[in-house]
């Protein structure tokens, strides 16, 4: 916002400023308005001063300082007059007779001539070819117009010479330097420098007066031309967005997992101590704002990202990261060369930017490793049981089974898309056997939520095989339901019975 407004009022600022000192001095020292009637067209221009007041004045006069009717005119706008036609007056000028020539003229000369109480100035210009004075009064409507644009500017406009001495100034900058009672900005531009921005204050924190500018300095032929926007609204901005996140920073100083934030240009701009702990990272890497393919290169220096099996494949994988973490939520589980098992999550940011953490979940991993692990071996054990075995949740979902009770039954829940309940089971079981009175019995065992005990019950299947149905609560309201075999009996013992 400040650099287009600056370059606008650079054009006119600069343009107005110029053509401003080099009309007052054609004005003044060469120009000569139609004479009034009897009067010669080289007529000096007079004034009397008394008391540092001009109290009287040629009408040519009047019309150099601009001064209409009985205004009052003091020395200081009369030098101010003067200062761009013969430079800046000696401060003894009004105590002594002497006779000063124009820097760009050596024609325009102004004589002082002390009186009694009175000081008379006489300034003579040689007349000014009719074709010049012609010129000059086309440019008068837009001068006007550039006086009016200048004084008018939201900004702080003044020129100084290649000393840095101050030549002019508008209406914002005095008001300035009176509020601060001296120069209220100590620019001093490298000559080497077309053009120089720099960030400046002005005022005093302990009178609470103190406001922010940036100042554009564009070098001239003989001197420098300054501009100064006030910029209090960017600089608490900017201090809202610092604070912020120095608030994020300490928030999220003890979170164990690491953080990394980066702005819309890629550049890191928030990370928190357990990025340095997790990843090893140096310092001074994370502090100077690396960007994001630096950060993810240092990374794989350090093996902290898994070993690509080339560079060109990683860079391809990287960007392929980064454009899921900008646009949606995105999470890999990396297993690194060192055994660690680490899952990076990218998330998208505001106004563009990219969140990624970083997350140690090694234990997590060992912890799901070591329970699949004994899932198995439990598994292995009841398949190698010849009894049929199946276990059921306590909403009556089959949860799971063993070799044989899939062989004896055909079902298995790993396979199957839909979850196979205690209805369907019992269903297929009494199909299979002589009627009997446990069915009923048997579901209500496992969805009931009150004590239970164990119990057994003989089934006789349709080949007249003898089998063993035992039902046995589990933790968490789940149930083991067994199959099991029961022999034959024998010759001497149906004999005996």
């Known amino acids: 916002m400040v650099e287009p407004v600056l370059a606008l009022f650079t054009g006119l600022g600069a343009g107005g400023a110029a053509f401003l000192a080099g009309w007052l001095v054609s004005h003044a020292g060469r120009r000569a308005p139609e004479p009034p009637p009897g009067m010669a067209a080289d007529a000096p221009i007079t004034m009397v001063l008394r008391d540092g007041l001009v109290t009287e004045s040629s ?34 000028l009004l105590h002594r007779a002497t006779s000063l020539a124009a820097e760009q003229d050596p024609q325009t000369r102004l004589t ?25 009064r086309s440019h008068e409507p837009e001068l006007a117009r550039l006086r009016r644009i200048v004084a008018r500017a939201p900004l702080a406009i003044w020129m100084t010479d290649t000393d840095h001495a101050l030549t002019w100034s508008n209406a914002i900058y005095e008001d300035l330097r009176a509020q601060v009672g001296t120069a209220p ?56 967005q610092r604070n ?3 608030t994020l920073t300490r928030i999220f ?26 990843t090893q990272l140096p310092a001074d890497f994370l502090t100077g704002r690396p960007n994001l393919l630096s950060f993810f290169d240092m990374l794989r220096d350090r093996q902290v990202l898994p070993e690509p099996r080339d560079y060109r494949s990683w860079r391809d994988k990287l960007g392929e990261v980064i454009a899921a973490a900008s646009s949606d939520h995105h999470v890999e589980t990396w297993s690194l060369p060192s055994g660690a098992t680490y899952r990076m999550t990218g998330r998208p940011h505001p106004d563009g ?17 070591h329970f699949r692990q004994e899932l198995e071996t439990s598994q292995s054990v009841l398949d190698s049981l010849e009894d049929a075995i199946a276990v059921f949740s306590r909403l009556g979902t089959l949860a799971s089974c063993n070799a044989a009770y899939r062989e004896m039954w055909g079902a298995d829940p790993e396979e199957s898309p839909a979850d196979l309940g205690i209805g369907e089971a019992t ?26 005990a164990a119990w057994d019950a003989e089934l006789v299947d349709l080949d007249g095989r003898r089998l063993r149905c035992h039902a046995e609560p589990l933790p968490g309201g789940a149930t083991l339901v067994r199959f099991a075999p029961l022999a034959a009996p024998q010759p001497e013992a149906l004999a005996t019975s």
């Open 427 to 452: 269903r297929t079981w009494q199909a299979a056997f002589r009627p009997s009175p446990i069915w009923s019995e048997l579901r209500d065992f496992v969805t009931t939520q009150r004590e239970r």
């Open 112 to 136: 002082v001539i002390p009186e009694d109480e009175t000081v008379r100035l006489i300034l003579r210009v040689p007349p000014l070819p009719a074709g010049e004075a012609l010129r000059l």
């Open 244 to 246: 912020f996140l120095q």
């Open 59 to 92: 009408s040519q006069a009047d019309r150099l300082l601009e001064r209409s009717g009985d205004d009052a005119i003091g020395w200081a706008e009369v030098a101010a007059a003067l200062q761009p036609i013969f430079g800046t007056l000696p401060p003894d």
């Open 253 to 278: 100083a003890h979170l164990p997992i690491a953080l990394a934030v980066f702005d819309k240009e890629r550049r890191l701009v928030l990370f928190n101590p357990a990025l340095l702990d997790l």
């Open 353 to 369: 930017g990219i969140a990624f953490l970083f997350e140690d979940i090694s234990a997590e991993v060992k912890l799901t490793r």
């Open 185 to 240: 900005f100590a620019v001093r531009p490298d000559p080497a420098q077309a053009l120089r921005v720099t960030r400046t204050s002005v005022g005093s924190v302990e009178a609470e007066t103190l406001s922010w500018y940036e100042v554009q300095s564009c070098r001239l032929s003989d001197g420098w031309l300054h501009y100064a926007q006030n910029i209090d609204a960017v600089i608490a901005a900017e201090t809202t």
